[in-house]
């Protein structure tokens, strides 16, 4: 997927990218509430490439964006979006939109529902996904850490019965 107007690039993740990812994840607030340094979303994105799928945002062959998920995982949850991040300095410019769109295109593939986790405290990535479509189905406080409250939220194309996946074509 490229487009055009700023040559931007989303492709799947190689070895030459795992600095540029870890910089994008490491780059974000949110993230290092979570103690992402560098070298832990390195290792982060190391790992995630053997069991989810790992692509990355591209302009002019520097990595400005990473995307980590699953598309499938059991039924009701298929499709998981584990991690959008925008380097710092190439937010705001359709990177991370770029990236959701892909994976949203591959999630949809397998099922009617695309679901990921945003800490409460991250206004605007909670404004960035409900402007896509995304709506809250509920909060997990401590989750993942105590005094981090996590909220669900969900895409759908409608009712897993009867769902015809997209194609390709």
Known sequence: MTNPSVDLEIAPITENDYDGAAAAIASGLVFQWYGMTHPVARDFVVRAATDSIVVVARVGGRVVGVAIFRAD???????????????????????????????????????????????DRNTDARRFYEREGYHLVGALPDLGFEGITELLYRKTLGPIRGYVPRSNG
């Not at 410019?93 to 986790?117: M, S």
Request: proline share 6%; hydrophobic share 45%.
């Open 73 to 119: 995982g059991p039924m009701p949850v298929r499709a998981y979006l584990r991690v959008l991040a925008v380097a710092e300095g190439s937010r705001g410019q359709g990177v991370g939109r770029a990236l959701l769109r892909y994976v949203e295109e591959q999630a949809f593939q397998q099922g009617p529902n695309l679901f990921l986790l945003c800490v």
